[in-house]
């Protein structure tokens, strides 16, 4: 198995095939899996801390974040060190809708979505032209721009300027026996089940199969008839959708957007959430989730003055020991179990 | 007209720091083919390297070329420990490490010398030039020391072996190996410059926006800009590239309304922008053209 990791990282399609199914295609583990996440997914809010609950609501928020930027990433071979970017303008929408035209907070999501898509189809045109590092770069600029842009005077009236906006937190509808937190808790699992459930039906329909194709071998898929640039641009508009509408849920979660949120910062964090993960595999956007919110504060508490080192260190340790993510760790260790099985 | 041609001015001397930081860019970027995320954060290590060897009464001068002697080594150090063995790991990889590696130093440096923030000496003092307030006596060094740094790296690359071995190892490593360059220790070589020249665009930077550990984020990104406008392999495109990135930056903020202040990394982003898509190579830089 150590071979095969290592004949991962020079060819991209074979390390897919390790990392994109690490739990095989066994499907009573898979359903046994969906039963114990579905039971403990409905019981935790009943059973733990509000503040805890809180946080796995925001796991959930980056875990579609996250996904927003696998499908770019992992799927379709595009990098982005700028999503904080559009995590922020799904955000701002959200907030300006809710704050300026009183409009619910349940229809703000489709509309950061199809703001945020338009965006990201208009970023990725010109990121058509770029690769690899280049767009990585173009990107990172992107996102170190992102918070001036929204400090911007003209738009102060718009979004607050740096005060940012406050919006205000919704109660449980139809009268459910719920508190604040525990029913925002409940709608953003409801809206991560189906964003989740939209991507992996997306990547096994002919959309998905052709972003994969221009990942693997551009030039094959263009004589297969694919159209590249269109695909691409649209990836990154979905990809921007993703993100954006986890930035929607965000600022209503939290209750509160100003442009120093959204830093190139969140943009790194989406990136580490993803590479932990396990890039080019759904459910690692989980992964991701619980180590943006968590390892940071782990950092913390084993140094105050140098937690940013320690992040770092555990950063460079992961990269050493799980070189391809949860994913990849996973798939090792389903490996040796069964071939101690056999 | 007279404003213009004082903005122009001061944008060349701004540019003079984007220049020196492109030109450690570019270095890292002809040695491993990656740009170095954590570049900026380096230089500024450095720099406090520098500023406290400053402070416990060493010359400015011996401190100076101390601090670069340390870089170069501390360079070579993390290429040889972290990222040796990464070698063939998958390009996301190499970008997690430069942010880990980001958020240590920064981190390292805010809890050894704390986030306040410091004045830097100046060698060639703040009295304005020739009594013009146009240009000050420290920005037109700094403009000699990276015209010195530009063609100490020009004679570097054409005419000393090391050099021609550097460029053949970053060129075509599997040939470069055939005809006996230690490929490995180019790299590693390729880091210490990079690491030593980030060193002196740090202490040439510092005097100007002051020290703490938070300085070269919005600096790198306009290094970057400059570096990309010049071209990512030609140092002296790149020195170029920060030029005009420093009178582009001044003009548009003070003839555009409403950019001002307030949107200047906004213009290193579109900079970055327009020129990767014109004219992907840049300015001096060869296009890159893949054989499929």
Not at chain 1, 39 to 61: C, E, N, W
Not at chain 2, 244 to 255: D, K, P, Q, S, Y
């Amino acid at each position: 198995m150590s071979v095969n990791l290592e004949e991962a990282a020079e060819h991209p399609a074979v390390a897919v095939d390790i990392e994109t199914r690490p739990l095989g295609r066994d499907r009573t583990l898979k359903i046994l899996f969906g039963i114990l996440i579905f039971v403990v997914a409905i019981a935790l809010p009943f059973v733990t801390k509000s503040f805890f609950v809180f946080q796995v609501t925001m796991v959930m928020i980056y875990a579609i974040a996250i996904l927003g930027l696998n499908l770019l990433t992992g799927f379709n071979g595009q990098f982005s060190l700028g999503h904080a970017a559009f995590y922020a303008i799904g955000a701002y929408t959200a907030a300006i809708l809710m704050d300026k035209a009183g409009i619910s907070y349940v229809w703000t999501l489709p509309v950061a979505g199809i703001v945020c898509f338009v965006f990201g189809f208009l970023f990725g045109l010109p990121a058509l032209r770029l690769e690899g590092i280049y767009l990585a770069l173009a990107t990172f600029a992107l996102s170190v721009a992102t918070p001036q842009i929204l400090k911007l005077s003209p738009l102060e009236h718009w979004t607050g300027g740096v005060q940012g906006i406050v919006i205000m937190k919704p109660d449980a509808p139809f009268g459910l026996p719920l508190n604040q937190d525990q029913w925002l808790y409940f709608f953003t699992l409801i809206v991560t089940a189906i964003m989740f459930w939209m991507a992996s039906n997306m990547l096994r329909s002919r959309t998905g199969r052709a972003m994969m194709a221009i990942r693997d071998n551009p030039i094959a898929s263009r004589s297969m008839g694919v159209n590249n640039s269109l695909y691409k641009a649209t990836t990154f508009g979905i990809s921007a959708t993703y993100t954006g509408i986890a930035g929607a849920l965000g600022a209503i979660v939290v209750q509160f957007v100003a442009p120093d949120s959204f830093t190139v910062v969140l943009s790194i964090a989406l990136l580490v959430g993803l590479v932990v993960g396990g890039v080019g595999w759904i459910p690692g956007a989980f992964f991701g989730g619980l180590f943006v919110l968590f390892v940071p504060n782990i950092a913390e508490s084993i140094s105050k003055g140098l937690s940013g080192a320690f992040y770092g260190l555990i950063l460079m340790l992961l990269v050493f020991i799980m070189p391809t993510g949860v994913a990849g760790f996973l798939a090792l260790i389903r490996h040796k179990v069964l071939r101690r099985g056999a | 007209m007279e404003l213009f041609v004082q903005q122009v001015i001061a944008g060349i001397s701004t540019g003079s720091i984007y220049a020196c930081v492109a030109l450690a860019i570019v270095m890292i970027y002809v040695a491993i083919g990656h740009l170095n995320f954590a570049q900026g954060e380096m230089a500024m290590f450095s720099t406090f390297i520098a500023w406290q060897l400053i402070t416990w009464g060493v010359p400015y001068w011996v401190a100076f070329f101390l601090t670069i002697a340390i870089s170069f080594v501390a360079g070579i150090v993390i290429e040889r420990v972290i990222f040796k063995p990464l070698d063939n790991a998958p390009i996301l990889s190499h970008v997690v490490m430069f942010i880990a590696l980001l958020t240590i130093i920064t981190s390292a440096a805010g809890f050894i010398w704390d986030f306040s923030i410091k004045t830097f000496p100046s060698p060639f003092g703040s009295a304005p030039l020739f009594g013009s307030s146009l240009i000050s006596a420290h920005q037109a060094g700094m403009m000699v020391v990276t015209l010195i740094l530009l063609l100490a790296l020009f004679f570097f690359f054409r005419y000393t072996r090391v050099g021609l071995a550097l460029r053949a190892s970053a060129d075509n490593p599997v040939s470069a190996r055939l005809v006996g360059i230690r490929v490995s220790w180019m790299i590693a070589l390729g880091w210490g410059l990079a690491t030593a020249i980030g060193a002196v665009a740090g202490m040439m930077v510092a005097p100007v926006v002051f020290l703490e550990p938070n300085m070269m984020l919005g600096i790198l990104t306009y290094g970057f800009a400059g570096a990309v406008l010049g071209g990512l392999s030609s140092p002296g495109g790149a020195v170029l590239g920060g030029f005009i990135v420093g009178v582009v930056e001044n003009l548009a903020g003070t003839f555009i309304p409403v950019i001002g202040g307030e949107l200047k990394l906004t213009i290193a982003l579109c900079i970055i922008i327009l020129v990767l898509v014109l004219k992907p190579g840049g300015l001096f830089g060869r296009a890159t053209i893949q054989r499929v």
